[in-house]
């Protein structure tokens, strides 16, 4: 293919565009992978291609290297493919159609990749060529991370020699990440028993919540539906004997539920008492969360007399109490690095079936431990109402290292080339340097992740800054040549 772009740094993006022209979303990787096998092979470097498509492709020290650390460097080749309504592209066999837009790269109707696109592009740059100076090199380019981290999970990570670890998969110049969560996704089932109940329907709908993501945005403390719905329900629990028929809310574990409704059956003598109740909490939850989720309104609304199965009251109460005293949000704050939620946990869906009621959390921590602690209580209070706990999805987290040399010689060869200080960052969601973390957890694993200024990731509107990346080009190159 021949190159249209003719950017610099050429190397690097003469490499991405060819990457560019390969179809390689999640799940499609083989193309990609074998292009990268046979990268190797042409230039007589050691390679390992597994099953799933992972590759490493070593390269040994150059000159006055020899006695150094080996250096992993590593990206994912898999890219999130969205393309814009009409687009002609079938992004499973049509390479991208890449321009430039001032300063940013970006591709015609489509995703570009550049998440982690760059990061393969740098490092087929550095392998490609003897001219730069650094360790023997382990390159590990994993496949689909964008669907939950699963070709790292996947890696012998006895291929792999090198224990300090350069990801290239930050989008902000300028910030070196040193830390991530580990998670877990649990499903706690409550039973129930249900019985033939009659009276009149009311539903009461918790809604107008701003949400998020609930590793990133936790530390907003926005108020989640689902915990504020229990709260009315225990409240108007305390002043009749009303029968639970469903409550439910939100659709996604990692997502801070924004809306929840419970529907109930109560006596017509009831109904002011209700009323006038979920009035009174609507006040105090709205003057709570004036800051926070300003817009966040709690109302009922009055049906029909029905008769139906409801739950029966002993269920009624588990659901309640479970919803009152499960643990939520925030739980530990990082005391090494300020601002960083260090333990959480999120429930995020709440769902009413015939015979149980089921919620789904996202459990993440930087230490391994208060993750498994928070699992433990979840066990235990569950275990409590008659109901079980099952997990899914777990990957381990990148605990913050005090004492970190590569670290060090990022901030040293960042100040250098700046002439200022760096950004040190940790984030509370997954990265592939977790699951690494985890694989090598033999003391000696260090790790740093970084990358150029990118927009719009996972968007047709995503876009790459290209000084960025030569500022980050020049950056990585000189972090390898400090590594002696």
Aim: proline residues 3%; hydrophobic residues 40%.
């Amino acid at each position: 293919m021949s190159k249209k772009l003719n950017l610099e740094p050429k190397a690097v993006f003469d490499f991405f565009e060819t990457i560019a022209s390969i179809p390689h979303g999640s799940y499609n990787t083989k193309r990609i992978s074998d292009y990268l096998v046979s990268f190797a092979k042409d230039r007589g470097l050691d390679y390992y291609q597994d099953e799933c498509n992972n590759v490493i492709i070593r390269k040994p020290a150059s000159p006055g290297y020899e006695s150094a650390a080996p250096v992993m460097l590593q990206g994912h080749i898999d890219m999130v493919c969205e393309q814009t309504p009409g687009s002609p592209i079938d992004m499973t066999k049509d390479g991208l159609d890449l321009y430039v837009d001032g300063d940013w790269l970006r591709a015609r109707d489509t995703t570009l990749g550049g998440d982690d696109g760059i990061a393969v592009a740098m490092a087929l740059a550095v392998l490609d060529s003897d001219e730069y100076k650094h360790p023997k090199l382990d390159c590990v380019f994993t496949v689909d991370e964008e669907v939950g981290l699963l070709g790292a999970e996947a890696l012998d990570a006895s291929q792999i020699e090198a224990r300090k670890m350069i990801n290239i998969d930050s989008e902000e110049e300028g910030i070196i990440t040193v830390s991530c969560a580990g998670g877990v996704s649990a499903k706690v089932i409550i039973p129930v028993k249900r019985e033939k109940a009659t009276g009149v329907q009311a539903t009461i709908c918790v809604d107008g919540l701003l949400g998020g993501h609930s590793g990133m945005e936790i530390d907003k403390e926005h108020g989640n539906a689902n915990i504020l719905i229990g709260r009315v329900l225990y409240d108007l629990a305390r002043l009749t004997g009303y029968k639970l028929v469903e409550v439910n809310g939100g659709s996604k574990d990692n997502a801070i539920c924004k809306k929840a409704d419970a529907r109930i059956l109560a006596s017509s003598e009831d109904r002011e008492k209700i009323a006038d109740k979920v009035a009174e909490m609507a006040t105090a939850i709205s003057r709570e969360l004036r800051a926070a989720d300003p817009g966040v309104t709690l109302t009922v609304d009055f049906g029909d007399t029905k008769e139906e199965a409801a739950m029966d009251s002993s269920s009624r109460d588990k659901v309640i109490a479970w919803l009152m005293n499960t643990p939520t949000g925030i739980q530990h704050m990082s005391k090494e690095i300020e601002g960083l939620v260090e333990t959480s946990l999120n429930l995020g869906a709440l769902t009413t079936l015939d015979d149980e009621v089921t919620a789904l959390y996202a459990l993440r921590s930087a230490v391994e431990t208060r993750k498994e602690y928070l699992c433990r209580r979840l066990e235990s209070l569950a275990g409590i109402l008659g109901g079980k706990v099952e997990y899914s999805g777990e990957y381990p987290g990148w605990e913050y290292r005090a004492d970190s040399a590569l670290r060090d010689t990022c901030v040293e060869v960042f100040k250098k080339q700046y002439g200022k200080e760096p950004q040190i960052e940790a984030i509370h969601a997954g990265l592939e340097c977790g699951l690494f973390a985890g694989k090598m957890n033999d003391g000696d694993f260090d790790a740093v992740s970084i990358g150029p200024d990118m927009t719009g990731v996972h968007t047709t509107d995503e876009k790459l800054s290209i000084a960025s990346v030569g500022r980050t080009w020049k950056y990585l190159l000189g972090v390898l040549e400090a590594c002696k």
